[in-house]
């Protein structure tokens, strides 16, 4: 079964760092491309950041520049989201995607709350 679970959410105060991480099972995620999106309540899920498959190209949405950086590790093929400065705007569910087209695979989720 192929699977992406997303996990490092939880509660963090205004300024303070998060580490997401996206672990796969069922295939291999060296040829897919990965993105980051996140959905706050009400809002339409929006696109974050997002790495080529080789890690050669980074792309990032203009309110998380200079504070996000995404990564993966291709030695444990593992998809990576850093969050520094974090910001109430960010709360959200912040969700992982791997998409070779035409196959795209979501994660369900996990939970990031900025808060004092």
């Known amino acids: 079964q192929l699977q992406l679970v997303e996990s490092g959410g939880g509660l963090v105060q205004p300024g303070g760092s998060l580490r997401l991480s996206c672990a796969h099972s069922g295939f291999t995620l060296d040829y897919y491309d990965i993105g980051w999106f996140r959905q706050a309540p009400g809002q339409e899920r929006e696109g974050v950041s997002c790495?080529?498959?080789?890690?050669?190209?980074?792309n990032y949405a203009d309110s998380v520049k200079g504070r996000f950086t995404i990564s993966r590790d291709n030695d444990k093929n593992t998809p990576y989201l850093q969050m520094n400065s974090l910001e109430p705007e960010d709360t959200a569910v912040y969700y992982c995607n791997a998409a070779l087209p035409p196959y795209v695979y979501w994660g369900r989720g996990t939970q990031v709350t900025v808060s004092k």
């Open positions: 790495i080529s498959n080789s890690g050669g190209r980074t």
